[in-house]
């Protein structure tokens, strides 16, 4: 008789023994599928051991709903002394049970001299001046082997918790090195549990002598359904490097680079020459497959924020940040950037549930006058 593999993992319909039935495929750790006609049916009373197990499933979802909020990585380079600098920027939704989030930073040899606390600074800004500092965490390399040169032998891998911020929440956050830290790639994610914000896991342990009530029910439908709306699941995130080959540095910044435009015609920010949408212009292909609900026909709810600014001394805005699909279509735009650094949102927009192209532009809404980009990020989020 077959392994039936337990946690749901799948088997041929054909490898089942007269008593074994197949379950739907599932990873091998994930929680194994309830069987609906075993518990509800036509003339059955509710059944107690179904209640436990929707509770469960409610609990598996919230725990195991940590999403990725944040991630970029480049070719660490050993040349040195490395600048002080904002490295990256990128904007994100805390989801509704989040507790706290989880950052990862790869950091290699500060190749040089000197060097005694080498760190990379995660800072969380709850405004989008970035203006007010709800917390910030250190990703210590500490001192370097002087003289080492490069080499992936010395690379450090520091992960720490950032803690102090609330759920269903937008949040700005920023990368910042010193005392010559070199990052190369980072990750966080955001760690979510219903005991924080939701008085406690949802009960296991109803008995036939239980009653199940209405509330038993609810409770489950509150928390799949705030999972899915305020989830808050990044969809992408694009940033300027300061080791890039990015150009235009903006000097109202200290040790920051941007990229800028003068033009009234949207170009492609990644080669900064395509002006139409093709195949070949780089962009991100994006798989939104599914991830409507049901009752969501227009497309899957998303917000797109950029940071930027305007050229000083103009009195309206002169950036223009744009999303469009492969037919050239815009999906979302910001606008209305001032004459200061800072993130602008282009409210709620449905990006439609298909698999496509997309390419985002930007340009100068103001012929002559400069706009300066630093990041764009795009997650998923129903107002």
């Not at 990862?104 to 989008?128: C, E, R």
């Not at 990052?183 to 199940?212: K, R």
Request: glycine share 10%; charged share 15%.
């Amino acid at each position: 008789m077959p392994d039936l593999n337990q946690y749901g993992a799948s088997i041929n319909a054909s490898d089942a023994g007269t008593r074994q039935v197949p379950s739907n495929p599932q990873p091998a750790a994930s929680m194994a599928p309830i069987q609906v006609r075993k518990y509800v049916r036509n003339g059955k009373a509710p059944s107690a051991e179904l209640a436990n197990l929707l509770n469960a499933s409610a609990n598996y979802a919230a725990l195991y709903r940590s999403k990725e909020i944040f991630r970029a990585s480049q070719v660490p380079s050993g040349n040195g002394p490395i600048p002080s600098v904002t490295k990256w920027r990128f904007a994100f939704h805390t989801g509704p049970y989040s507790h706290g989030l989880l950052g990862l930073a790869g950091m290699f040899n500060p190749y040089t001299s000197g060097v005694h606390q080498s760190k990379a600074t995660l800072k969380i800004y709850s405004d989008a001046a970035e203006s007010t500092l709800v917390t910030s965490v250190d990703y210590i390399y500490g001192p370097g082997s002087f003289g080492g040169g490069f080499g992936w032998r010395q690379n450090r891998y520091p992960m720490e918790w950032v803690t102090g911020l609330s759920p269903d929440t937008d949040y700005y956050g920023r990368w910042d090195t010193s005392d010559s830290a070199g990052i190369f790639c980072a990750c966080i994610w955001d760690m979510q549990s219903v005991t924080e914000h939701n008085s406690g896991y949802l009960t296991q342990s109803l008995t036939s002598h239980s009653p199940v009530l209405s509330i038993d029910r609810a409770n489950v439908a509150t928390v799949l359904k705030s999972l899915w709306k305020r989830g808050g699941s990044k969809v992408l995130n694009w940033m300027v490097d300061p080791g890039s080959h990015s150009t235009g540095s903006d000097a109202t910044e200290t040790n920051s680079v941007s990229i800028t435009t003068t033009s009234t015609t949207l170009t492609n920010i990644l080669d900064r020459t395509s002006t139409t949408i093709s195949a070949s212009t780089p962009g991100w292909t994006l798989d939104m497959r599914m991830k409507d609900r049901r009752s969501q026909s227009s497309g899957v709810p998303c917000v797109m924020k950029a940071f930027g600014r305007g050229s000083a001394g103009i009195p309206s805005s002169d950036l223009n940040v744009v999303l469009k699909n492969s037919a050239g279509t815009t999906i979302a735009t910001c606008n209305g950037f001032g004459v200061t650094n800072g993130w602008v949102s282009s409210g709620q927009f449905n990006l439609p549930a298909t698999l496509d192209k997309y390419d985002i532009q930007f340009s100068s809404s103001i012929a002559a006058m400069r706009g300066y980009l630093y990041a764009v990020s795009i997650y998923e989020y129903e107002a």
